[in-house]
């Protein structure tokens, strides 16, 4: 398509050059060449038509056999251009995303990135998830939090909170107004933030392009399952985390009734709506239906043992 398109401006170069030089060979047969075109006399109808009349007649033709072929071929190909530059859109970025998750100076390398916005620092360099000190504003105390990874974190909202339509627009709002109460702070600038809307699209859409099947395997424990998929927010050993502490008995006593805790790990927690005994719901807890309801068995009853 682009030779096509460079043959046609060449040859609309040509057929206007000589263009100018019929008219020039005309306009110097004409004593009154200093009298404008449009103030000269028109020619008698025997000149009109003549060998003058044939040649529009020819030009007029040739131009629209011409763009009888062209338009239908350049339109033809139309919707492959289109699709390949949003293609091309979509891998920019990804590439985009990519360098605003990441740390401003390289840990191995030691390179410079002015463009980083430090989300590596929590939640890890590949998004595996890490640990940061953060003083909790309920006890006014420092204390270690253990960030969740985000390589399954669109498998972990795939059914979001009531309210969102899908998992990438609560993974955007929750990056756009962060989490109350905990190390996660505010970064849309709509809310008072740092990143424009196009940033935090651009690193929503690198976390979508690294995600990675929640696979568990047959006949896996409930610490496996737990330690897979629910450490990153629950902390090793359910020692807390971005999400509550689970040791010491508090799920047998937040729910007395087994069947309720299996209930809300397969469903999630609803925002503002109480759980448990003396639960409330922040949306945060994601559905976890995508499991069987021999996993989850086995992840309650891990979970109740801490």
Known sequence: MRQL?????????????????????????????????????????????????????LWGAGLTIFFAFFLPAYWFREPARM????????????????IYYALTTDQETGESNLRGKECARCHGVNAEGGSTEFLDPNTGQMRTVQEPELTTVFARYEEPPEGYEDAREFITETIERGRPGTPMPTWGNKYGGPLTEQEIDDIVNWLESIQVDVDIEE??????????????????GGAGGSAPAMQ??????????????????????????????????????????????????KVVEYERSL
């Not at 896996?220 to 450490?231: E, H, K, M, S, Y």
């Open 219 to 236: 006949g896996a424990t409930g610490d496996a399952i737990f330690n897979r998929l629910c450490v990153t927010c629950h902390g090793v």
């Open 5 to 57: 398109l460079i043959a046609v401006i060449f040859g609309a170069i040509a057929a206007g050059a000589a263009l100018l030089a019929f008219r020039s060979r005309s306009d110097s047969s004409n004593a009154n060449k200093s009298v404008p075109p449009a103030m000269r006399p028109a020619a008698i109808d025997s000149v009109l038509e003549s060998n003058r009349l044939t040649q529009v007649l």
């Open 83 to 98: 699709a390949a530059k949003e293609e091309s859109f979509d891998e920019q970025s990804i590439e985009r995303g990519k």
């Open 248 to 297: 010491g008995g508090t799920e047998a006593r937040q729910f007395p009734n087994i069947e309720d805790h299996k209930a809300f790990v397969k469903g999630g927690s609803k925002a503002g709506q109480p759980y448990g005994t003396s639960g409330m719901g922040t949306g945060g807890m994601p559905a976890w239906g995508t499991l069987t309801d021999e996993q989850i068995q």
